[in-house]
């Protein structure tokens, strides 16, 4: 049986956010509640959003490793 990490590499996050960062951009679903403010803050960037997303582990993406 193979051991798995439980964490990810700094590459998978960057992938990860920017892959999500990509599809917010081009009108994807936000998976978190943010307020007005809270977009006005971030100025309403896909990749803080999907940084967002990440830390609270609602990505909707799945790292496969070989």
């Known amino acids: ?3 798995y990490q439980k964490s990810l590499s700094r ?3 960057a992938r990860l ?3 999500r ?3 917010i951009a081009m009108g994807a ?3 978190i509640k943010l307020s007005k403010e809270e977009l006005v ?3 309403y960037d ?3 959003i999907a940084r967002m997303e990440l830390e ?3 990505l909707p993406l799945v790292v496969k490793r070989k």
């Open 1 to 3: 049986m193979r051991e």
């Open 11 to 13: 590459f998978e996050i």
């Open 17 to 19: 956010i920017a892959a």
């Open 21 to 23: 960062a990509i599809q």
């Open 29 to 31: 679903p936000v998976f």
């Open 41 to 43: 803050k971030i100025n």
């Open 46 to 48: 896909p990749t803080e």
């Open 56 to 58: 609270k582990k609602v």
